[in-house]
């Protein structure tokens, strides 16, 4: 049972609203698994592109802590794409699908928290390999 | 053995540059703990104070991802002021280390990285009971 684009959607993040500032707060509760890795982009260039792979077991948890950018994600039969700008909402992205990120505002930060630490054999890093994996994974 | 304000420093961060947009990653090469949960300060009016508080296990790993702000960490007999404003490095806390954060820059973001989930028990509030606390722990 593969992932469909049409089962990904933004998740509120529990925040804390506080005249000195807000706390969001991000552990498994809000991501449905245990936290490996942390990584985030940063001084992208406005209308850089970024992503374009996809992985076969890790999840990942995606969220504009500054500005904003858009996530394009492919299934292999549809795609749909999510513009995030709000440090209190996050794209969980499931394994098997395709992601692309592009349109940064500039000074944007994108946080990452994922379900794995870093293996190149997770990823699939070109579009055609991609279709053809989710091919045999839905055949 | 608690621990000393004079112990604490920034770590840097492994960086992947790009024209793109720089990356940076934290697992646990980069902090020494296992990472439970993640957290975020957003629209933290400029001048703020945040934090006045200790942990007795949790540790800490705190990153300017955003602007600046600093750090004032307190061990009961010393003090020591942290100026963080790069994305690329991070504060370590340890347990046991009184932290205030001031002086926040219009617009900054302040990602903390922790050790534990949320445990109201591991937290000392008041200053006086956490020189007591220290105390008794280097008697």
């Known amino acids: ?18 005249p000195r500032g807000n706390l969001a707060v991000i552990e498994n509760n809000v991501v449905p698994f245990e936290i490996k890795r942390v990584y985030y982009l940063f001084d992208v ?3 850089s592109t970024r992503g374009g792979h996809a992985h076969k077991t890790l999840s990942q948890f995606i969220v504009a802590l500054s500005g904003s950018f858009d996530v394009i994600v492919k299934d292999g039969l549809d795609q749909k794409r999510f513009s995030l700008n ?9 394994p098997g699908i395709w992601r692309e990120l592009e349109n940064f505002s500039s000074g944007s930060v994108c946080l990452v ?4 630490v870093y293996d190149e054999d997770d990823y699939i890093r ?7 994996y989710n091919r045999v994974e839905r055949s």
Chains 1, 2 share one sequence.
Not at 113 to 116: G, L, M, Q, R
Not at 126 to 132: A, K, S
């Open 126 to 132: 070109d579009f055609e390999d991609f279709t053809n």
């Open 1 to 18: 049972m593969k992932s469909s684009v049409h089962d990904l959607k933004n998740l509120a993040i529990p925040k804390i609203e506080d």
């Open 45 to 47: 260039p406005s209308g």
């Open 113 to 116: 928290i994922a379900s794995e």
């Open 86 to 94: 709000n440090p209190s909402k996050g794209l969980l992205i499931t």
